[in-house]
Every structure is written in C-alpha cells, then in structure tokens.
C-alpha cells in the first residue's frame, strides 16, 4: 500500500532556530497538505499545496511558516524561528485529485521546540 | 469558522458490545470523512460520505451521514479489542474551492478483552 513518509519523526530544536520537516508524498498524488496537532487538541490545517504553490492557508499559517517542493518529490515545511508555542505533530498528507476524497496523511514529526 | 463536535470523548465496553459515537456541527459540510489514530501515528482514511442521508458499511462499521449534512454516526457492531483508538470526523466545508478539513477532538474508544 503506497505510503506518505515523514522525516524526521521526531525533532528537538532550540527557540528560535529554522526546522525543516519533510514528506514525501504518494508519487502519483497531486494535492498537499500540511496540519499539525497540539498534543491533547485536535488536528488542525496549516496549508495547502497544488501546482506547485499554496492553495489555501490557515491563521496559523503566518510569514515563519513556509512550504515548497523542491524537487518534484520531496515537499517541506519550514519554520523559520521556532517558537514554544510551536511543539506539536506535524503531519503531512496528500490525495490524488481535488474534491471530496480521502487524505492519505504520513505518520508525522513530532516537533520539540525547548 | 466551522465546529465539530464528537461524543463522547471517552468511551469503555467490554468485546462484544455495540456503540456508537457520534459527531455534530451546526454548519453543512460537502462531505465527512472519519479517520482512526493510532497513539504517535497518522490519521488513517476510514470512509467518505458525502450525500445527505448516505449509509456506508466497512465490516462491522456503519457510518452514517445527516440528511443536512450537518452531522454524522459511526456505530460498531460487536466491538474488538482490535478496534481500540482514537475516532476522528473532519468535514470538509460546504462551497467551492476549498477542501481544507476541519477535525473533531475525536472518540478514545477502548473495548476491553
């Protein structure tokens, strides 16, 4: 069964530094997507990627965050000075087509900010 | 901003039992999807429904979906140790364009051996 793969699955990083978390999608997936999920809350959406730009943001998707596909396969998100705040799963997911399908989502990074 | 709502939040029977959680908005959504997670994992894709009044069956899981679209059931027949997790409904919003899902705090479902 195709698989979306996160990397890494758990990061620890120091307030203020840049963190990339990365996905590689299902090869033959179109749309993309970052949420996270705050430990205890529930998940919610950061981005949406198609054609190589974002499609919809979220309010919590401010000017640190920053996604992008560098190379056809690989698809990141960056923060680029973390914050406390920011610790959480952070899952990337994918689908192969626009309207009303199922995501596939990767088993997420867990992100330390300390 | 669109809610949902899932009860209940916790949930514990014994193997062999029936249940059924339930997730509710006052807003329409184009379609619902209910997930599973496993503690450290990913959401994992259950079923989609997406036309009012819809009932899909997955084993012993039937997923049904309001006539408004505004709500939804799951109901487990003879439940399992194996169906122990974390149950998830996120809904996509009515209107064009956007298909960003919005996530219930999910059912933690333990069926106890």
């Known amino acids: 069964e195709p698989e979306v793969t996160q990397t890494p699955s758990h990061q620890v990083t120091q307030m203020g530094q840049e963190v990339i978390l990365r996905c590689v999608p299902i090869?033959?997936?179109?749309?993309f997507y970052w949420y996270r999920q705050i430990l205890g809350q529930k998940v919610e959406f950061l981005v949406s990627?198609?054609?190589?730009?974002?499609?919809?943001k979220s309010e919590i998707f401010d000017d640190q965050f920053s996604v992008e596909r560098p190379d056809g396969s690989n698809f990141t998100l960056k923060i680029r000075s973390t914050k406390l705040e920011d610790s959480a799963m952070y899952f990337c997911?994918?689908?192969?087509?626009?309207?009303?399908?199922?995501?596939?989502f990767g088993s997420g990074t867990r992100l330390t900010v300390v | 901003t669109q809610l949902l709502e899932q009860s209940p939040q916790f949930l514990s029977i014994q193997e062999g039992e029936n249940l059924t959680v339930y997730c509710n908005s006052s807003?329409?959504?184009?379609?619902l999807q209910w997930y599973r997670q496993e503690p450290g994992e990913g959401p994992v894709l259950l079923v989609t429904?997406?036309?009012?009044?819809e009932v899909k069956k997955l084993k012993r899981l039937t997923f049904q979906f309001g006539d408004a679209r505004k709500d939804s059931s799951l109901h487990i027949t003879a439940a399992q140790p194996g169906d122990t997790g974390l149950y998830l409904c996120?809904?996509?919003?009515?209107?064009?364009?956007?298909?960003?899902?919005?996530f219930g705090k999910g059912t933690k479902l333990s069926v106890i051996p």
């Open positions: 997911a994918s689908k192969v087509r626009t309207g009303l399908y199922g995501y596939t």
């Open positions: 090869s033959n997936h179109l749309y």
């Open positions: 990627f198609y054609n190589n730009e974002i499609s919809e």
């Open positions: 807003s329409v959504f184009s379609s």
């Open positions: 429904v997406v036309t009012g009044g």
């Open positions: 996120a809904g996509a919003p009515s209107g064009a364009g956007s298909y960003q899902l919005t």
